[in-house]
């Protein structure tokens, strides 16, 4: 297994790291027991503090992060820059809110009182992906240490400098030692993991065959999972919306993090009356975008992460127009260095096509034609998928048909779907289960206590 960094822009490799062995692995193992015992007995005053303080190294330490992230994963800069003030948020969310929704639930019985408690569970693996390298650790750590839980990192191999730096700053936050820790392995070490009695449960974000690998290994091991995993997000744009703001966050939408984000709005559903211009002005402002260098402030698209995902987005775009979709602008890599392709828009999609069957996971619009609302709603949930949905429309009557019809966890209306600390985040179907973020995220990792006073 490689574990190392290799710079989307350029595709060389900058540094290489050593697996950790057998011996290392129970190592962290037993480090992580021991510090559950201490950290669990800490306070909700301690665990703040500490939290507060990885808030404040992250928001001092944005430049020199930010500049890993994109030599790492190759999002721009400025996204880069983003992301690592977003991670400060949910560590202030959750040293603010995590003993509240903690707290016992008092419960009325017919006789004597009762209570829910929700008590942490042990160390919690995080399997995590490349493409926010550093938000989806926080969103997972955050809530998991502030329960009193440990953490025990599997990050996505192609960011390890990434991971080491986050046990780094949790390390100087104050957090018991151990509390968080770094596993540099490769997949096949996951399942043995999760077998280990110490390991309490398991959580993934990551593809739809990583969370059904991960999904049978807690299965075997009778351990709770979280999964949040791939999406096909429709984006429904009715008459009655505002185009020229719905067609600027549709671009927004579909190449945040160069098109490589699960909530990314993949697939755009417009009414028959504004399709034709609909389609007119993306393709203008697609292909209006700055592709080239992440590090560039003038960049708005920067490369894929892999090369083997550039690959699959070439054979993806390839595949629908040889069975008859029209690539209306992009749909070619450039020739040069790196992992780069154009923000690019496909028509005229049907069943049995690739991006139609499947997520496509870079800066790829595809948009269909809808007769009238009942049909929008057919065709965003005629998916495997259930993550989140974006629906434009200023009929109340639309929005909430629209917002009840959709099967997936997440709508948004009139606004671009994001992640955010007050929202649980989670899909339906395909897509996963259980939820990050809000008071569900931080219960999810909680093992839940009935308690009665007779």
């Known amino acids: 297994m490689t574990i190392a960094t290799v710079n989307p822009a350029t595709g060389r490799t900058e540094q290489r790291f050593e697996p950790h062995d057998a011996a290392e692995v129970e190592r962290r193992l037993a480090r992580s027991a021991a510090a559950f015992t201490e950290h669990r007995a800490t306070s909700f005053a301690d665990r703040a503090r500490w939290s507060l303080t990885a808030a404040e190294l992250l928001e001092g330490e944005i ?13 721009t800069f400025a996204s880069a820059k983003a992301e690592v003030a977003k991670c400060a948020t949910a560590f202030r969310y959750y040293a603010e809110h995590a003993e509240a929704f903690l707290a016992d639930e008092p419960v009325a019985l017919s006789s004597g009182s009762g209570a829910v408690r929700y008590e942490p569970m042990g160390p919690v693996l995080a399997v995590m992906p490349w493409n926010f390298p550093l938000w989806q650790v926080v969103r997972f ?22 991971a080491l730096a986050f046990e780094d700053l949790l390390l100087r936050s104050g957090f018991v030692p151990g509390a968080f820790q770094v596993l540099l392995v490769g997949s096949g070490a996951v399942p ?11 959580t993934l974000t990551g593809s ?22 791939g999406g096909s997000d429709p984006f429904v744009v009715m008459p009655s919306a505002d185009l020229g703001r719905a067609v600027a966050v549709a671009v927004e ?13 993949k697939r755009f559903i417009v009414h028959a009356e504004i399709y034709d211009a609909f389609v007119e002005q993306m393709v203008s402002a697609m292909s209006a975008l700055g592709v080239g260098d992440p590090m560039d402030p003038a960049t708005e698209v920067g490369p894929l992460a ?5 690959d699959e987005v070439v054979a993806q775009v390839d595949d629908a127009a040889s069975k008859g979709a029209s690539v209306r602008c992009g749909g070619t890599p450039p020739d040069r ?3 780069y392709y154009p923000p690019t828009v496909v028509t005229d999609i049907e069943p049995g096509m690739a991006v139609h069957d499947e ?43 629209l917002a009840r019809g959709l099967h997936c966890g997440m709508v948004f209306v009139n606004a671009m779907v994001a992640s955010m600390c007050e929202l649980p985040f989670g899909g339906v179907k395909r897509s996963g289960y259980g939820r990050e973020l809000s008071s569900q995220g931080i219960r999810e990792l909680c093992d839940v206590k009935s308690v009665r006073w007779a």
């Open 63 to 75: 430049p020199v992060l930010a500049r890993l992230l994109t030599t790492e994963m190759g999002k």
């Open 253 to 265: 939408a579909r190449v945040q993090n160069n098109g490589q984000s699960c909530i990314a709005a």
């Open 337 to 339: 260095d790196g992992w």
């Open 192 to 202: 043995d993991i999760i077998a280990d009695d110490r390991v309490r449960a398991v």
């Open 306 to 310: 892999t090369a083997a995902g550039r």
């Open 359 to 401: 997520e496509v996971f870079g800066p790829v619009a595809l948009v269909y034609r809808a007769a009238d609302v009942d049909d929008a709603l057919r065709i965003a949930n005629d998916t495997g998928f259930g993550l989140g949905a974006s629906v434009w429309t200023t009929d109340t009557a639309e929005q909430d048909h």
């Open 208 to 229: 739809e065959g990583a969370g059904r690998a991960v999904a049978a290994a807690a299965g075997r091991a009778l351990k709770k999972s979280v999964l949040e995993l």
């Open 141 to 162: 750590a955050a809530p998991a240490l502030m329960a009193g839980n440990v953490g025990l990192l599997k990050h996505a191999s192609n960011v390890p400098q990434t």
